[in-house]
């Protein structure tokens, strides 16, 4: 799956199982998400570690909700971490991961932050401002893809459900 991504296939699994902690609490579909997750990570130039931690910090419920509606205050717009952290108590750190991004919104939305606001964003979802602005920059990199890359990328994420689907039936048949 991470080659297919084109994720280095030993940093995604070093990833995966740098903290056994990660993947006890998140873990699911014997670590399927894990590993779409920890891809996704590479692929926004973070990590799995980074995404749990930020998962965390929307769990905690009092600063998260004081975080995104100071943020909101201070960029003028409502900025609703509802739904990431709903994803987040799911276990889906992928899904949080794209909820971040779809919230935070494009590189030139991010560029016209000033510094504090930069700041009060990225702590509304957990993040460091580098954090930040780095997922930010790797998504608009893929998001900029020429037609030929976006229609191998589509060939890629097929592939990439029929051997979810394969793995499945093999975890099936061996439990």
Known sequence: ???MEGVAPAKVFADMTADMG???????EGGK??????IMARKLGTSL????????????????????MEASMLLGRNINTDKA????????LAG???????????????????VVQRKSMAEAFGLSTDEMGRMIANQENLNNMTQVEKDA?????????????????????VT
Not at 33 to 38: P, T, W
């Open 1 to 3: 799956m991470a080659q």
């Open 33 to 38: 998400n894990l590993a779409e997750a920890a």
């Open 85 to 92: 952290r709903q994803l987040a108590f799911e276990g889906d």
């Open 153 to 173: 990328m589509e060939m890629k994420e097929e592939i990439i459900e029929k051997l979810k689907k394969a793995w499945s039936n093999i975890v099936a048949s």
């Open 49 to 68: 570690e980074s995404m749990a931690a930020t998962s965390d910090a929307l769990l905690d419920f009092e600063s998260s909700i004081n975080d995104q």
């Open 96 to 114: 949080m991961q794209k909820e971040i991004l779809k919230q935070a919104g494009s590189e030139a939305e991010w560029n016209s932050l000033n």
């Open 22 to 28: 990660t993947f006890s609490r998140f873990g699911k």
